[in-house]
């Protein structure tokens, strides 16, 4: 619909009296498709025109001449409708998406400029748990989403691989640590010794001075600390390493806490320098109270360091070595305070640039039946949830061809990957990211309802389709046998996913991604499940100009779906 928004408001705006641009963010969409495709509220003008609404709408609608796709402009109550010609709108999309093809949809907002995404950003000695996985697929999407609208993402890893939770790790080490038990369970053990601390610090509270000072001795460069800490991290990456395998995610900046360990006494200096350091309860901390943002803590009372001070070296760096316009933290919704402290702490280390860091927030995911604590070891490990679910769609694609006498594909593997994977991403994807997602097995895999398998599958038989049609797709159709309100409606669709690729990446919202793609998906089946439209048939002129349409809908599908880090088997 975006590209008719504005030659309907360039019609209306020399009767509206308004600025063509103030016209165009006025128009909104009818509530049904009898009532026209766009619609013009004329409440704003009542109080100008000392007149009733539907007055208006009826004056102005007398005055504005119908041209291009635009078939007819009524007034219906208060409002200004225009109807849009069925075949000029679908002239006009559908070769533009043939002719992109693969480019489709991609816009140049971004005319090669750099945003830095920072997603995923897992804990060292920690398991990569399903807790894990909306920061890294929103990530991931907003990278992809980023790339096609012509900037230049940088996506970012910041491991957390510094910090207390290493003396409590090197303290519990000590203990009862074990090579030999590492190099066997890997990270499992890590997250035991972890668990096995917690619960001794339940009972001897002074256990936590111990892990304190095991993490001072790191900081310190005691060389048995950082040597046990390059071999926990490096069992760490290597099953992170497995896990980004299994979701095709690489990064482009790969870096840990520890990276800016260096950088940090520069950052501090300057904070003193400035006059914004002072002290509370023998830690340094920056007083943001008259800001509303209470106390930000920079440096313990031990010495040691804290998530705030590495941010901040890390915001220079990334803008010294990237020089971005927008540098982007998706991270929980329950960090927003120490992002509201890290930017205005920027600002009064007078960083022009502090304005361009935007915290990308969501909710928690959680299971039906059960809730997740890293502390006592409960936790769900993305690796089986995604090792599950591709085993589920093996199974699917199995009973499925025996159902139907069918051969096993050859690819049977791959795709079983693709699919399962691809339903754990899409579930995540399809929510506002504000929200708590709950993981529902039945839900994820479902070929029915907003599901990535349903996607997966329209596309799939789509391919199908154009297999058993045998012929190039072409433009050269009539489109006067696409104009029903079928149809129009699905070609304005098509027609908005670039629009809600640019509304995706000014929020910072994969899921109006998805939100477009349900949409297509939905009106091609509906058309699809009409016993009287079918796509291939005895007629060669209208089999031709349907095949364009749902040629349209593939494209479109695979495009959506591969911004938002999902494969799109060629089969189902």
Not at 25 to 54: H, I, S, V, Y
Not at 62 to 72: E, F, H, L, N, Y
Not at 263 to 274: D, I, Q, S, T
Not at 329 to 338: D, I, N, R
């Amino acid at each position: 619909m975006s590209r008719f928004r504005r030659p309907f408001a360039e019609a209306l705006a020399p009767a509206v009296e308004l600025p063509v641009d103030e016209v165009e963010a006025l128009l909104g969409t009818p509530p049904r498709p009898e009532m026209g495709q766009l619609a013009f509220p004329c409440f704003q003008l009542a109080k100008t025109r000392k007149q009733a609404p539907p007055a208006i709408a009826a004056e102005i609608a007398g005055k504005v001449r119908a041209t291009g796709a635009i078939q007819d402009i009524v007034a219906t109550g208060p409002y200004v409708n225009a109807f849009l010609d069925g075949r000029a709108v679908a002239g006009d999309v559908l070769p533009a998406v043939l002719e992109g093809g693969e480019a489709y949809g991609r816009l140049d907002l971004g005319k090669g400029r750099a945003v830095t995404v920072d997603f995923s950003s897992p804990n060292i000695a920690k398991s990569f748990g399903i807790h894990h996985l909306r920061s890294t697929v929103i990530g991931h999407a907003l990278v992809n989403m980023l790339e096609a609208a012509g900037y230049r993402p940088v996506g970012i890893n910041h491991l957390g691989d510094w910090g207390t939770q290493f003396g409590q790790l090197l303290a519990m080490w000590d203990v009862c640590g074990d090579e030999a038990e590492l190099e066997k369970r890997g990270i499992e053990y890590l997250l035991e010794l972890y668990v096995d601390f917690n619960k001794a610090r339940d009972v001897n509270p002074a256990l936590q001075d111990v892990a304190r000072a095991k993490f001072k001795a790191l900081e310190d460069g005691d060389a048995e600390a950082r040597r046990l800490w390059a071999l926990f991290r490096k069992v760490s990456l290597d099953e992170f390493e497995r896990v980004y395998g299994m979701l095709g995610i690489t990064f482009d900046d790969m870096r840990g806490e520890s990276f800016y360990e260096d950088l940090m006494p520069a950052v501090l200096n300057e904070l003193e320098e400035r006059g914004l350091l002072s002290e509370s309860e023998g830690a340094t901390v920056v007083d943001l109270e008259e800001y509303e943002l209470g106390t930000a803590l920079v440096r313990k009372a031990d010495g040691s360091t804290l998530y705030l001070t590495r941010d901040l070296a890390s915001a220079q760096f990334r803008k010294d070595t990237y020089d971005f316009v927008r540098s982007l933290y998706v991270v929980g919704g329950s960090q927003s305070l120490h992002f509201d402290q890290m930017k205005k702490v920027l600002e009064l280390m007078e960083r022009p640039w502090h304005a361009d860091i935007e915290h990308v927030p969501f909710g928690l995911m959680r299971f039906k039946d059960r809730k997740m604590s890293t502390r006592k070891g409960d936790i769900v490990p993305l690796k089986d949830v995604l090792e599950r679910t591709i085993a589920l769609a093996r199974e699917t694609i199995v009973k499925g061809a025996e159902e139907k006498g069918r051969e096993l594909p050859a690819d049977l593997d791959e795709l079983a990957h693709r699919i399962g994977v691809g339903a754990v991403v899409f579930n995540d994807l399809k929510n506002r990211r504000v929200r708590d997602v709950v993981f529902d097995w039945d839900e994820v895999l479902s070929f029915d309802g907003e599901t990535g398998p349903y996607l997966q599958y329209t596309a799939a038989r789509i391919a199908s389709m154009e297999a058993r049609h045998g012929r190039p797709i072409t433009a050269d159709v009539d489109f006067a046998l696409l104009d029903g309100p079928g149809e129009l409606a699905l070609v304005l669709a098509l027609a908005d996913l670039p629009e809600a690729l640019r509304r995706g990446i000014e929020a910072g919202e994969p899921s109006l991604v998805s939100d477009a793609l349900l949409e297509i998906a939905s009106l091609f089946s509906t058309l699809y499940s009409n016993k009287e439209w079918k796509v291939l048939s005895d007629d060669a002129a209208l089999t031709d100009a349907r095949m364009l349409l749902a040629h349209g809908v593939r494209q479109a599908l695979c495009n959506g779906l591969g911004w938002l880090g999902i494969a799109v088997p060629a089969r189902m």
